[in-house]
Each structure stands twice: as C-alpha cells, then as structure tokens.
T-cell receptor, first 114, second 110 residues
Framework: DTEVTQTPKHLVMGMTNKKSLKCEQH?????MYWYKQKAKKPPELMFV???????INESVPSRFSPECPNSSLLNLHLHALQPEDSALYLC?????????????FGDGTRLSIL | EDQVTQSPEALRLQEGESSSLNCSYT??????LFWYRQDPGKGPEFLFT???AGEEKEKERLKATLTKKESFLHITAPKPEDSATYLC???????????FGAGTILRVKS
C-alpha cells in the first residue's frame, strides 16, 4: 500500500466540465509533485510545491491549476481539458524540495476526456 | 537530447535466468540516481537511491550499482512476480526535478 493517497482512482469528464484531483500524504514531507504519464511513457513533471509554495511549473497549460492548501494536501483543478489530456496523473512527495531523498508516488488518477 | 537512456526496452527472462538492466546518463552534477518499479495501473514504487560512483544497494533479488556514466540493476534468479516496468531517474544540478528514462519492461516466465 502506498503512503500517498490519490482520489478519485478513475475520472471521466467532458471537455466543458470542471473537476479536481486530490492527493494526500501523512509522511511529514514538505515537497509535493504532480506528474502526467501517458501509456508506455515515463512520468513527466508538471508542478512542484515546496513548503506549500509553487516552485516549478513546467509550462503547463492554464487549464491545469494546482493548489496546495497545506503541507499534507495537493489538488489539481481541471477545466476545459482536451482529449490529449487523457492520461494517468500521479502525485508524489519527498522530504523537501532541495533534498536528495526519493520521491514517493501515489497510484494515480486515470483521467479520460470525452 | 536524451539525458537518461535505458536499455533494453523490453526483456523476457525465464524464471531463474539472471540478467541486468542498464541506465546511462549524460547529466553533470549528479545528485542522485533512483530506481523505481512500476506495475500496470499503479504508481512507481521506490527501490533504490545511489549517490556516488562505486555505490551498491541490494534488496532481495535486486542489486543496483552506479558508475560515473551508468547504473545497472542486476536481477538474480528472477521470479514471475518480478515482472514490471523498471524506471530509472536522475536528479542533477541545483534543481529538484527528476528526469526519467523511458523504462525497461521485464517479463519473467515460469
């Protein structure tokens, strides 16, 4: 069982819908990450939060909006997505953004855009 | 350009047939090389971190080694449950990004 919990596990939405993905960790980690993973490809970094502040945005389209309400929670708000945004969205956390400690991943949300 | 390259892309082994997976990297200022295992429909599961050339880590049938240009994941006497995609990733320079290789798909048949 992973210590990073993501909900929902599956999400189907239309291109005009608004939805949110949620991620929670209770390991006391201070860095949290969103990744996008397409089939048979490695994870691609989208956003990094360090001490609840956005530190990296990998030029992600504005239809993806991250939020870090506190050190344990990370949200990804979705609006007006495109079919090519269908993918597995992974959340990860690590002790701190500057440390060399490993990132620990959740099992992801499988997102399908109709 | 590719900064992290994994080979082979896919590997089929018979149960008990030992082999190695390769991860080569061309970054400067390596701060850590990470091995993960990913099962279908799951997130990557952390296996090992290696920080400096000559370092080795072991866990059950897996052993990871690191040189200045590459890392190997040795699998000794694999079992079918070792079947998964194995990903390596590097952190380098002053940032906290992980750069992943494309992965090696391992299938172990009984």
């Amino acid at each position: 069982d992973t210590e990073v919990t993501q909900t929902p596990k599956h999400l189907v939405m239309g291109m005009t819908n608004k939805k949110s993905l949620k991620c929670e960790q209770h390991m006391g980690h201070r860095a949290m990450y969103w990744y996008k993973q397409k089939a048979k490809k490695p994870p691609e970094l989208m956003f990094v939060y360090s001490y609840e502040k956005l530190s990296i945005n990998e030029s992600v389209p504005s239809r993806f909006s991250p939020e870090c309400p506190n050190s344990s929670l990370l949200n990804l708000h979705l609006h007006a997505l495109q079919p090519e945004d269908s993918a597995l969205y992974l959340c990860a956390s690590s002790q701190s953004g500057g440390s060399n400690q490993p990132q620990h991943f959740g099992d992801g949300t499988r997102l399908s855009i109709l | 350009e590719d900064q992290v390259t994994q080979s082979p892309e896919a590997l089929r082994l018979q149960e008990g047939e030992s082999s190695s997976l390769n991860c080569s990297y061309t970054v400067s200022g390596l701060r850590g090389l990470f091995w993960y295992r990913q099962d279908p429909g799951k997130g990557p599961e952390f296996l090992f971190t290696l920080y400096s050339a000559g370092e080795e880590k072991e866990k059950e049938r897996l052993k990871a080694t690191l040189t200045k240009k590459e890392s190997f994941l040795h699998i000794t006497a694999p079992k079918p449950e070792d079947s998964a995609t194995y990903l390596c990733a590097v952190r380098y320079g002053g940032g906290n990004k992980l750069v992943f290789g494309a992965g090696t798909i391992l299938r172990v048949k009984s």
